[in-house]
């Protein structure tokens, strides 16, 4: 159970308009949107994966940092390409953007958006970028856990889980009326990284009414090889 209360002033960003963050031409594209999809750095999705989801030009497709499925996008539909800050270093992981996501950006300008999760210090406000400091005010990111198994703390949310509370707040807070769908959140990569908080996470997921779109089975030799 999530703890639905929030003390806005016990951590930096509670200050924040979640809906203002956004620029006005994604809203309109999230107005317009049948259907919002979060695919995951999950290196066992496959082409066939993604072609299975039939995106069409009023969908909104959401790739995180690396965007290492950058090469199964295509410009017909929105992209927006969402990128975690990494507070020790003072980078946002993903940019500068790799070829096949500046390719999208040269061919579809217009329905092209980033997104920074994470910012800890002021940036100047850039056309198409939507900003967010850390952390967003929704509670199941505001409450999320500290403490971790053996006395190490987490580090925050995944850039993954920011943006799919983020999505689903605007469902209900925006008007909007997009199917929320999320493909490769699921654990078939192997071990993840201990800084977020998985369990969590995937129980917030299990929980809500997003689509969780299962990836395709694959025969036993396929699994010997990892398709990108």
């Not at 002033?9 to 203002?20: F, N």
């Not at 509370?165 to 605007?170: C, E, S, T, Y």
């Not at 969590?200 to 010997?224: A, F, H, T």
């Amino acid at each position: 159970m999530i703890d639905e209360h929030m003390k806005l002033d016990a951590l930096p960003g509670g200050d924040q308009s979640v809906l203002d963050a956004l620029p006005e031409p994604l809203r309109e594209c999230l107005s317009r949107a049948a259907r919002v999809v979060l695919i995951a750095n999950n290196p066992a999705i496959t082409v066939a994966d993604f072609q299975a989801l039939n995106i069409g030009a009023n969908d909104v497709v959401v790739s995180f940092n690396t965007c290492i499925k950058a090469p199964l996008l295509n410009s017909r539909c929105v992209n927006v390409f969402v990128h975690g800050f990494n507070a020790p270093d003072a980078y946002f992981f993903g940019l500068p953007y790799g070829p096949c996501v500046q390719q999208l950006f040269e061919q579809a300008g217009d329905r092209c958006f980033s997104m920074l999760v994470g910012c800890a210090a002021p940036m100047c406000p850039l056309p198409r970028v939507s900003m967010y400091w850390d952390r967003i005010p929704l509670a199941p990111l505001w409450n999320y856990p500290v403490d971790r198994p053996g006395g190490k703390r987490y580090v925050g949310p995944s850039t993954g889980f920011n943006t799919l509370v983020l999505f689903d707040w605007l469902r209900g807070h925006a008007g909007y009326t997009y199917q929320l769908m999320t493909l490769g959140f699921s654990n078939e990569a192997g071990k993840l990284w201990g800084g977020h908080a998985w369990d969590y996470e995937r129980g917030w997921l299990q929980n809500s009414d997003v689509i969780v779109v299962p990836l395709q089975p694959r025969r036993w030799w396929q699994k010997l090889f990892r398709e990108k």
